[in-house]
C-alpha cells in the first residue's frame, strides 16, 4: 500500500543540474529517514545522501558542495538537486524512506524504482 515514485531523471551535459524527488504515498504514520542511492552498471548501490525528519544531513565525499538533499514533511517528499554534474554521476538513482503506518507495527524499509540520470561528457 505504501510506495516511492521518483521523478526527475535524464540527459544533461557535464557541469549541469538536474532535480530528483521521491514522492511517498499510501496510508502512512510517520517517514523517519529519507536516503538517495544510486548504482551504476557493474558497481555495487552506494548512499549518496540521507535526511533525517529533523533537517540534519550527511553526503557521501564524491558529491559534497554539489549536491543538496531536502525533504518537504507535509508532502511526504524528498529532492536531491544535483549541480555541476559529472559523467561519473551516471546511474540509477533510487529513493529509500523508513516508514511507519498506523497501528502498533515497527517501521519498515522502503525502495522506489529508481530513475536514470546520465551525464554526458
Known amino acids: 500500500q505504501v510506495q516511492l515514485v521518483e521523478s526527475g531523471g535524464g540527459l544533461v551535459q557535464a557541469g549541469g543540474s538536474l532535480r530528483l524527488s521521491c514522492a511517498a504515498s499510501g496510508t502512512i504514520f510517520s517517514i523517519n529517514y529519507m536516503r538517495w542511492y544510486r548504482q551504476a552498471p557493474g558497481k555495487q548501490r552506494e548512499l549518496v545522501a540521507a535526511?533525517?525528519?529533523?533537517?540534519?544531513?550527511q553526503y557521501a565525499d564524491s558529491v559534497k558542495g554539489r549536491f543538496t538533499i531536502s525533504r518537504d514533511n507535509a508532502k511526504n517528499t524528498v529532492y536531491l538537486q544535483m549541480n555541476s554534474l559529472k559523467p561519473e554521476d551516471t546511474a540509477v538513482y533510487y529513493c529509500n524512506a523508513h516508514i511507519r503506518v498506523p497501528g502498533p507495527s515497527p517501521g519498515s524499509y522502503y525502495w522506489g524504482q529508481g530513475t536514470q540520470v546520465t551525464v554526458s561528457s
Open positions: 535526511i533525517i525528519r529533523g533537517g540534519t544531513t
